[in-house]
T-cell receptor
Framework: KNQVEQSPQSLIILEGKNCTLQCNYTVSPFSNLRWYKQDTGRGPVSLTIMTFSENTKSNGRYTATLDADTKQSSLHITASQLSDSASYICVVTRNTGNQFYFGTGTSLTVIP | DAGVIQSPRHEVTEMGQEVTLRCKPISGHDYLFWYRQTMMRGLELLIYFNNNVPIDDSGMPEDRFSAKMPNASFSTLKIQPSEPRDSAVYFC????????????FGPGTRLTVL
């Protein structure tokens, strides 16, 4: 069964600290994996898109990694800021029929 | 560019009424996606279009839902008749050629069906 699981479900960290969010998937055949940031009351915003051949991709303080062998991805946030408080959603695209599979997201709260 | 535009931003209606949500994609984008988001089910893809043609509507929950894209700058998602379980935030997104490209989301329409 094609699934995407994210952990933790929620996370609270102090401003300035680093954190890592996890995404494990069973989707096959794999096309790409996306990380989105969604602020409360707004639409998701794309952070990174990685294909099979990409192991890491950065977008400012956000760094995503992908291990296609173990079907795991992580999103690392460096030197967190209050504005990083949001929900982070992992989405995996299946190569056959371009189907999308969504994780339920990790809710991150950064406190001063 | 103003980004993806959706209207209305909020809609409250009574069960049984027809609801029409509207979307204007980013100019030049030839893919358009409709999503639904709820607390229980998270984000779900309902349907997507390429060059105004529906490509995959397997996510449309039932016949009460229909979507059209009469031209490159406008799409609608219609629910008729609406039910309380349709209450959700509906997002429209668009992207350039290739479903693997970055998608840009609109602000969403929060639908409440009483």
């Amino acid at each position: 069964k094609n699934q995407v699981e994210q952990s933790p479900q929620s996370l609270i960290i102090l401003e300035g600290k680093n954190c890592t969010l996890q995404c494990n998937y069973t989707v096959s055949p794999f096309s790409n994996l996306r990380w989105y940031k969604q602020d409360t009351g707004r639409g998701p915003v794309s952070l990174t898109i990685m294909t099979f051949s990409e192991n890491t991709k950065s977008n400012g303080r956000y760094t995503a990694t992908l291990d296609a062998d173990t079907k795991q991805s992580s999103l690392h946030i460096t030197a967190s800021q209050l504005s990083d408080s949001a929900s982070y959603i992992c989405v995996v695209t299946r190569n056959t029929g371009n189907q999308f599979y969504f994780g339920t997201g990790t809710s991150l709260t950064v406190i001063p | 560019d103003a980004g993806v535009i959706q209207s209305p931003r909020h809609e409250v209606t009574e069960m049984g009424q027809e609801v029409t949500l509207r979307c204007k994609p980013i100019s030049g984008h030839d893919y358009l996606f409709w999503y639904r988001q709820t607390m229980m089910r998270g984000l779900e893809l309902l349907i997507y279009f390429n060059n105004n043609v529906p490509i995959d509507d397997s996510g449309m929950p039932e016949d009460r839902f229909s979507a059209k894209m009469p031209n490159a700058s406008f799409s609608t998602l219609k629910i008729q008749p609406s039910e309380p379980r349709d209450s959700a935030v509906y997002f429209c997104a668009s992207s350039l050629a290739g479903v693997n490209n970055e998608q840009f989301f609109g602000p969403g329409t929060r639908l409440t069906v009483l």
